[in-house]
């Protein structure tokens, strides 16, 4: 399979814990993103990476979180200390750079990491 | 800001019965429109697209028209199957984007599709 994968699939802590989360974006792919998804709601946009450099940050993502693509591979999204209301679906997309240039637009997403924070 | 709002769910058919989901849109200029679907234990996969008014995106039987002075994308399917029992999420990305932008879409809150025999 050559999509993108997360891992773990689910994580279940206990409150004030640290989490890490991990993403594998399909290899070609240049840019990859991290959304959050809440019980009834959409993605919502946490942050972006062009290869290795974080170039835009959400202000959903607050100093608790941290993300890195060290290598412009793979990627970890952190979360420390954690809180109830950080419960949610954590989904990494990436895309291509298209031929013009830009990205079409399309994203592709993983199935995503389930957190539940006790 | 932008924003995307759809028709509250879930969506209850019979096999072959025509679907239509509202969505519609608040946003600046001309933005670039999606429908992402989320089958059950899989990731959001792109279903369509259009990124200018008037095109019609369409895909697996599915299709939506960009109406600009409507600023709405109402994804439709004239006879659906058991297989389109998902979860539909209407997205915007916004005009002019570049560099960061064309990623970071605006997402719908989603509408649960169940098709029934």
């Known amino acids: 399979d050559t999509g993108v994968s997360q891992d773990p699939r689910h994580k279940i802590t206990k409150r004030g814990q640290n989490v890490t989360f991990r993403c594998d974006p399909i290899s070609e792919h240049n840019r990859l993103y991290w959304y959050r998804q809440t019980l009834g709601q959409g993605p919502e946009f946490l942050t972006y990476?062009?290869?290795?450099?974080?170039?835009?940050k959400s202000r959903l993502l607050s100093d608790r979180f941290s993300a890195e693509r060290p290598k412009g591979s793979f990627s970890t999204l952190e979360i420390q200390r954690t809180e109830q209301g950080d419960s949610a679906m954590y989904l990494c997309?990436?895309?291509?750079?298209?031929?013009?240039?830009?990205?079409?637009?399309?994203?592709?997403f993983g199935e995503g990491s389930r957190l539940t924070v006790l | 800001g932008n924003s995307v709002t759809q028709m509250e769910g879930p969506v209850t058919l019979s096999e072959e019965a025509f679907l239509t989901i509202n969505c519609t849109y608040t946003?600046?200029?001309?933005?670039?429109l999606f429908w992402y679907v989320q089958y059950p234990g899989e990731g959001l996969q792109l279903l369509l697209k259009a990124t200018k008014a008037d095109d019609k995106g369409s895909n697996k039987g599915f299709e939506a028209t960009y109406r600009k002075e409507t600023t709405s994308f109402h994804l439709e399917k004239g006879s659906v199957q058991v297989s389109d029992s998902a979860v539909y999420f209407c997205?915007?990305?916004?005009?002019?984007?570049?560099?960061?932008?064309?990623?970071?879409?605006?997402f719908g809150q989603g509408t649960i599709l169940t098709v029934h025999p």
């Open positions: 997309a990436s895309s291509p750079r298209g031929l013009a240039g830009a990205s079409t637009g399309e994203l592709f």
């Open positions: 997205a915007l990305r916004p005009a002019n984007a570049g560099g960061t932008s064309y990623g970071k879409l605006t």
């Open positions: 990476f062009q290869n290795e450099a974080q170039l835009e």
């Open positions: 946003a600046t200029g001309y933005p670039s």
